[in-house]
């Protein structure tokens, strides 16, 4: 399952996956939440905390996760992915080299840390 993070700063979106994670996840939360934000600010500031094992990630939302990096592949400026697996955290530092915008792992006891820098002007 994925929710929205409340009272985050208004610039970004932010999420958690907990339990099972669906492609339904990611058309009914995740989807509808970055279109608001790219149509507010022109950009694509994202917070994804993993809170869940990638094994319960669906085939489907791996899908939608990848689409939605395609999507809006030119309006990416920050993302932070939080988790305790620091390969997950390895792979996100990696996206620098691939992908426009600006990546970065957390561990979890760095979540607020994340948040600043996401949502950093």
């Not at 907990?18 to 989807?31: G, L």
Request: aromatic letters at 10%.
């Amino acid at each position: 399952m994925i929710t929205p993070i409340p009272n985050i700063p208004g610039n970004m979106v932010g999420f958690i996956a907990t339990d099972e994670v669906s492609k339904e996840d990611f058309e009914k939360v995740v989807m509808p939440a970055v279109d608001r934000i790219v149509e507010k600010t022109g950009e694509l500031n994202y917070l994804l905390v993993i809170d869940t094992s990638l094994k319960n990630f669906t085939a489907g939302a791996w899908w939608q996760d990848a689409l939605l990096g395609i999507k809006k592949i030119m309006k990416w400026r920050r993302a932070a992915i939080v988790s305790d697996s620091s390969g997950i955290i390895t792979f996100t530092n990696f996206f620098n080299v691939v992908v426009p915008g600006e990546f970065k792992g957390f561990k979890p006891e760095a979540l607020d840390q994340a948040i600043q820098w996401v949502s950093a002007e």
